[in-house]
């Protein structure tokens, strides 16, 4: 996935915004909160930071392609990012990509207030 893809992607989740900052990078958000990055790659690739659950950190700190997100995951925060965008790999890497930016942006807005979530449209089952 390139920073396009990344950024239409995320632009198609419900009730998001976006902005360039922290050194030029992709800032998704969802109620004013951040729940994707797209930057901070240590090596020019395309890179992508994300929040999830608890067993998700887990699993995925130990997988190869992602690691614990700069900044967050030292800080206690379940962050992840996936910096594997081997060819050979891409379409799967894309398919998890969709799945972790979709439940990073769900653990987000279940954060939001219920008052901020109905103004949203999120949550509302």
């Avoid at 990344?6 to 632009?11: R, S, T």
């Amino acid at each position: 996935m390139n920073y396009d893809e990344f950024n239409k992607y995320c632009k198609s989740l419900p009730a998001t915004t976006y902005v360039v900052q922290w050194g030029g990078s992709h800032v998704w958000k969802v109620g004013g909160k951040v729940f994707a990055i797209g930057g901070w790659s240590e090596d020019k690739q395309p890179a992508f930071t994300f929040k999830t659950s608890i067993l998700d950190f887990g699993f995925l700190s130990e997988s190869e392609g992602y690691k614990p997100a700069p900044y967050f995951a030292n800080r206690g925060m379940k962050w992840i990012q996936q910096y594997d965008n081997r060819k050979d790999r891409e379409k799967e890497k894309d398919e998890e990509l969709q799945y972790y930016l979709t439940e990073s942006h769900r653990l987000v807005s279940l954060g939001l207030t219920k008052v901020k979530q109905k103004e949203l449209g999120l949550n509302q089952s």
